[in-house]
């Protein structure tokens, strides 16, 4: 099964600020990955899909990047409701599979 | 945007069967196939499996051998099954829609249920 590693586990940062988070596939996914941002009591959010595809209704400041192996979810200009987990998730072989989450929290 | 409910016990004894039911509205269920996820407590999502319309299913090989999804087309309703629990199946359990693009083989999640807590516990 094809694992998906998240780095950083979590990090620390302020409103303004850009984050990227990365998200590295055991072997090559082309770009079947996206990205979910959930907070604490909710369900997860769909923000990014084939990699790079910003769900309707989700703010421009988050872009998705990647394919293959490496991806990464850039957010710019954090603000407050930004601060979450979020996760990756890959579907192949039938099965998902979702990264092991990054916080991000208040610096 | 499609609307899930999840339904059913909130406590279930070890070595029992965990039943949950997942009420899809404002969509016909035949428009999408549809999954399960859990989280444990302080944990990462765990994908149990999925079901299509026609009934056929897809599971996770480490739950497989004690999950059962079925669907209900004439209730807009898809339902799960998780025989033998112990403590380790306490989690938050949501259904979710799954939209797959045939041409890339792609596929996400874009609309989820709430979740409901299912405790396993005697």
């Known amino acids: 099964a094809i694992q998906l590693t998240q780095s950083p586990s979590s990090l620390s940062a302020s409103v303004g600020d850009s984050v990227t988070i990365t998200c590295r596939a055991s072997?090559?996914?082309?770009?079947?990955l996206a990205w979910y941002q959930q907070k604490p009591g909710k369900a997860p959010k769909l923000l990014i899909y084939?990699?790079?595809s910003l769900q309707s209704g989700v703010p421009s400041r988050f872009s998705g990047s990647g394919s293959g192996t490496d991806f990464t979810l850039s957010i710019s200009s954090l603000q407050p409701e930004d601060f979450a987990t979020y996760y990756c998730?890959?579907?192949?072989?039938?099965?998902?599979?979702f990264g092991q989450g990054t916080k991000v929290d208040f610096k | 945007q499609v609307h899930l409910q999840e339904s059913g016990p909130g406590l279930v004894k070890p070595s029992e069967t965990l039943s949950l039911t997942c009420t899809v509205s404002d969509t016909s269920i035949s428009t999408y196939s549809w999954s399960w996820i859990r989280q444990p407590a302080g944990k990462g999502l765990e994908w149990i499996g999925r079901?299509?319309?026609?009934?056929?299913?897809n599971y996770n090989p480490s739950l497989k051998s004690r999950v059962t999804m079925s669907v209900d087309t004439s209730k807009n309703q898809f339902s799960l099954k998780l025989s033998a629990v112990t403590a380790a199946d306490t989690a938050v359990y949501y259904c979710?829609?799954?939209?797959?693009?045939?041409?890339?083989?792609?596929?996400?999640?874009?609309?989820w249920g709430q979740g409901t807590l299912v405790t396993v516990s005697s």
């Open positions: 079901i299509y319309t026609s009934g056929i299913t």
């Open positions: 998730q890959q579907f192949n072989s039938y099965s998902w599979t």
């Open positions: 979710a829609s799954e939209e797959y693009d045939s041409l890339t083989g792609y596929s996400h999640a874009p609309d």
């Open positions: 084939d990699a790079a």
């Open positions: 072997q090559g996914i082309s770009s079947n």
